[in-house]
């Protein structure tokens, strides 16, 4: 995974909700290749703000049939990049960005007859707008089931968008849930929790075939969600899940070599290039002892959680501290978070370059 930036000029600006924005681009002739995605992927910008490199990554919430290439922006309490996108950054500005990536991803496919399932919560929702339009665009005989929860309807990013589509698509079944707003009905009032899920699935789902379910937004919720559909008897491949914020380990660190710390010699491989050094286990992660060599690495959240880092072990062992964004099969694979690696073997190889 290269570490390349493109400067974007921002085309726009756009408050959809008191403390969200979107950000279209105007991308040139050259970029528009660069910049092709799969619905669900998303962005990693960057750019110095108060002196400070600043690197964050925002879904994309245009669909790959839309004019505009955009991301969404919900403003965090002392988010540096957050606060700037949503009270400094105008139209004209420029932005650098990374090509688009993430797993958390569907591809539409215009012979398919599936029925898809979609839990979002807050700015959870910027990936899983773009995948529901993608759906409803190019695979007319599918059926899409979404549930979003949000504090109340101001709150809530996209609003009128979504109900555009729940007027325009019969195939469309939308459903709002309010933890502060009173919806006259208990199973929208409230967070998503299991017994939400319960009542949906008794409600909708329980006769039809599910081919998919996608959560984004808080730990919390991604969990209730898997965990309901997994003791659904729903195998582990259709439950899908981008997390937005990460408060524990989720999934099991990878490749484990020895328990007992080691003194390794680390090669680590981007574009060709290689820079070797010599790591402890316990010592720093092997992302920021490659940067430390001047290394050129990718990365944006430095948590786990955006997979930014990705990377395949070619030889020797790793161990990861979080892993909240690589599947299991691109783990069994080699592919590791640099961010969160640590060597276990005496000799490990790292290469960017694998994708
Ligand atoms: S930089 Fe985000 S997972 Fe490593």
Not at 157 to 174: A, G, H, M, T, V
């Given at each position: 995974?290269?570490?390349?930036?493109?400067?974007?000029?921002?085309?726009?600006?756009?408050?959809?909700?008191?403390?969200?924005?979107?950000?279209?681009?105007?991308?040139?002739?050259?970029?528009?290749?660069?910049?092709?995605?799969?619905?669900?992927?998303?962005?990693?910008l960057k750019m110095t703000i108060g002196g400070e490199e600043v690197r964050r990554s925002y879904s994309i919430c245009t669909a790959p049939y839309e004019a505009d290439l955009a991301v969404a922006v919900k403003e965090i309490e002392n988010g540096l990049f957050s606060g700037f996108a949503n009270n400094?950054?105008?139209?004209?500005?420029?932005?650098?960005?990374?090509?688009?990536?993430?797993?958390?991803?569907?591809?539409?496919?215009?012979?398919?007859?599936?029925?898809?399932?979609?839990?979002?919560?807050?700015?959870?929702?910027?990936?899983?707008?773009?995948?529901?339009?993608?759906?409803?665009?190019?695979?007319?005989?599918?059926?899409?089931?979404?549930?979003?929860?949000?504090?109340?309807?101001?709150?809530?990013?996209?609003?009128?968008?979504?109900?555009?589509?729940?007027?325009?698509?019969?195939?469309?079944?939308?459903?709002?849930?309010?933890?502060?707003?009173?919806?006259?009905?208990?199973?929208?009032?409230?967070?998503?929790?299991?017994?939400?899920?319960?009542?949906?699935?008794?409600?909708?789902?329980?006769?039809?075939?599910?081919?998919?379910?996608?959560?984004?937004?808080?730990?919390?919720?991604?969990?209730?969600?898997?965990?309901?559909?997994?003791?659904?008897?729903?195998?582990?491949?259709?439950?899908?899940?981008?997390?937005?914020?990460?408060?524990?380990?989720?999934?099991?660190?990878?490749?484990?070599?020895?328990?007992?710390?080691?003194?390794?010699?680390?090669?680590?491989?981007?574009?060709?290039?290689?820079?070797?050094?010599?790591?402890?286990?316990?010592?720093?992660?092997?992302?920021?002892?490659?940067?430390?060599?001047?290394?050129?690495?990718?990365?944006?959240?430095?948590?786990?959680?955006?997979?930014?880092?990705?990377?395949?072990?070619?030889?020797?062992?790793?161990?990861?501290?979080?892993?909240?964004?690589?599947?299991?099969?691109?783990?069994?694979?080699?592919?590791?978070?640099?961010?969160?690696?640590?060597?276990?073997?005496?000799?490990?190889?790292?290469?960017?370059?694998?994708?």
């Amino acid at each position: 995974m290269s570490n390349t930036f493109y400067t974007l000029n921002v085309k726009d600006v756009t408050k959809v909700t008191a403390d969200t924005v979107t950000i279209s681009f105007d991308l040139t002739a050259d970029q528009k290749s660069n910049f092709n995605f799969i619905p669900g992927q998303y962005l990693t910008l960057k750019m110095t703000i108060g002196g400070e490199e600043v690197r964050r990554s925002y879904s994309i919430c245009t669909a790959p049939y839309e004019a505009d290439l955009a991301v969404a922006v919900k403003e965090i309490e002392n988010g540096l990049f957050s606060g700037f996108a949503n009270n400094t950054l105008k139209a004209g500005d420029q932005l650098e960005a990374m090509a688009p990536m993430g797993n958390f991803k569907i591809t539409p496919n215009a012979d398919n007859s599936k029925n898809y399932i979609f839990y979002a919560a807050g700015s959870g929702i910027t990936p899983v707008i773009s995948m529901v339009k993608s759906i409803l665009r190019e695979e007319p005989s599918s059926n899409v089931q979404l549930y979003y929860g949000n504090k109340n309807s101001d709150a809530t990013i996209f609003k009128s968008q979504l109900d555009e589509l729940n007027s325009e698509y019969i195939n469309l079944n939308l459903t709002y849930i309010y933890s502060q707003q009173d919806t006259g009905n208990d199973l929208t009032n409230g967070r998503i929790s299991a017994s939400k899920c319960e009542g949906f699935f008794d409600k909708s789902q329980g006769n039809i075939t599910i081919d998919g379910v996608y959560a984004c937004g808080p730990e919390e919720m991604i969990m209730c969600v898997k965990d309901f559909y997994t003791a659904k008897g729903l195998a582990k491949d259709k439950i899908h899940f981008e997390l937005f914020t990460a408060s524990a380990p989720a999934k099991p660190a990878a490749q484990e070599g020895s328990s007992t710390p080691v003194q390794s010699q680390v090669t680590v491989i981007i574009d060709d290039e290689e820079y070797e050094f010599s790591l402890n286990t316990e010592g720093k992660d092997i992302l920021q002892a490659a940067q430390d060599e001047d290394a050129d690495v990718p990365f944006s959240c430095k948590g786990g959680v955006c997979c930014t880092c990705r990377a395949k072990v070619m030889e020797g062992t790793v161990k990861m501290d979080l892993n909240f964004a690589l599947e299991e099969d691109e783990v069994a694979d080699g592919f590791i978070l640099t961010c969160q690696a640590h060597p276990t073997s005496e000799k490990v190889v790292i290469s960017y370059d694998e994708y």
